[in-house]
Each structure stands twice: as structure tokens, then as C-alpha cells.
């Protein structure tokens, strides 16, 4: 999966590249028996678009951290 990446401030953009969005789903999954009869139900629980936040540029390199949303949705920590 490619993960999408966002400018927090146009100057962090040195290289001139495009910012990449793709909405990411999670989902959660729940069997249910009725009658007899297993239903599976899926539903929608959150989603996010890009994964990483610039916080900023120095040199030739471009610093990054987990979006707000990514780390909420996915319990992930916000810089590795």
C-alpha cells in the first residue's frame, strides 16, 4: 500500500513534489447468529488519507511525522 504524505507548511516542500492522498477504510467485522443462520456484518468504524505530516526541511532533508488522524484511527505512535 502506498501511504500518502501531506505539507503542514508549503516551505517544507523543497523538492517541489506533489502531495499523494488515498483514503484508507478500517473497518470491523461482526458475525451474528439469527435463527440459526450466520450473518456477517461489516462497518465502516473510521478512515484517514495520508499517513505522514511534514514538520519541516532543513538542508536536503524533509522531516515527517504520523498524522494526527493515522495515529487515532490506528493506535500507532506519532514519530519513529
Given amino acids: 500500500m502506498r501511504h500518502g504524505i501531506k505539507f503542514s ?14 483514503v484508507a477504510i478500517k473497518t470491523k467485522t461482526t458475525k451474528i447468529k439469527v435463527n440459526g443462520r450466520v450473518v456477517i456484518k461489516t462497518e465502516e468504524v473510521a478512515r484517514y488519507d495520508h499517513v505522514y505530516d511534514s514538520t519541516a526541511a532543513r ?17 500507532a505512535k506519532e514519530y519513529k
Fill in 9 to 22: 507548511d508549503p516551505a517544507h516542500n523543497i523538492y517541489g513534489i506533489e502531495e499523494s492522498t488515498r
Fill in 59 to 75: 538542508g536536503g532533508t524533509i522531516f515527517w511525522k504520523n498524522s494526527d488522524d493515522y495515529v487515532r484511527i490506528t493506535g
